[in-house]
């Protein structure tokens, strides 16, 4: 899932190039998780408006959807040792300015929650992040994050059910993280 916002370039031209990511989780208390990643790209000479000014907008995102699924099927997540399987549900184009675009993906998956600890992982290919980003996970209140292991910085908030997790352009990914929560 390149939870960890890897760098999922999803570029369908060369001159189009990632400058940003954000990515959020929202945990639900059956154990779904929504995730939904923006990428930024800077398109200087305006593929994707010219796509839609062609009206090839929806084969386009129909390209990208699928590359995104490649991406998560090459990694292996978990959610207290079994594996789950997220899926891309959706995704969308937008056009920021001229010459800056957002992709924006909604992935689901679940897994079997339980009081006390939880354990999250996701295990994938070492990168060095392309672009700064940052990562946002919400769990339901009461819940507590415990501990993380990701690259870049992180700062739990909020009653101790929000995380934060930022890091910049060139900091060396890995290929695992983890993050242990607690539910009451």
């Known amino acids: ?12 031209s060369e001159e189009v190039v990632p400058i940003h990511a954000q990515e959020y989780f ?3 208390n059956d154990g779904e998780i929504t995730q939904v990643v923006i990428f930024y790209y800077y398109d200087p ?4 408006e010219e796509l839609a000014n062609r009206g090839e907008i929806g084969k386009e995102l129909d390209k990208m959807l699928i590359n995104m699924q490649n991406f998560l099927d090459e990694e292996k997540v978990y959610l207290n040792e079994q594996r789950v399987r997220p899926k891309v549900i959706g995704a969308d184009l937008s056009f ?3 010459e800056i ?3 924006t993906f909604i992935i689901k998956f679940k897994g079997t929650l339980r009081k ?3 354990v999250y992982e996701d295990h994938y290919e ?5 672009y700064d980003y940052e990562i946002y996970w919400i769990f339901p209140p009461g819940w507590k994050v415990i501990d993380v292991d990701m690259a870049g910085d992180h700062e739990i908030i909020g009653d101790g059910n929000i995380l934060v997790v930022w890091a ?4 060396n990914i890995g290929d695992h993280e983890q993050i242990l929560f607690y539910i009451p």
């Open 1 to 12: 899932m390149k939870f960890l916002i890897k760098s999922i370039v999803i570029k369908m």
């Open 26 to 28: 929202n945990v639900a």
């Open 45 to 48: 000479k305006g593929y994707y």
């Open 96 to 98: 920021v300015s001229p």
């Open 101 to 103: 675009v957002s992709a």
């Open 116 to 118: 006390g600890i939880n």
């Open 126 to 130: 070492p990168e060095i992040a392309e």
């Open 168 to 171: 910049e352009e060139g900091i």
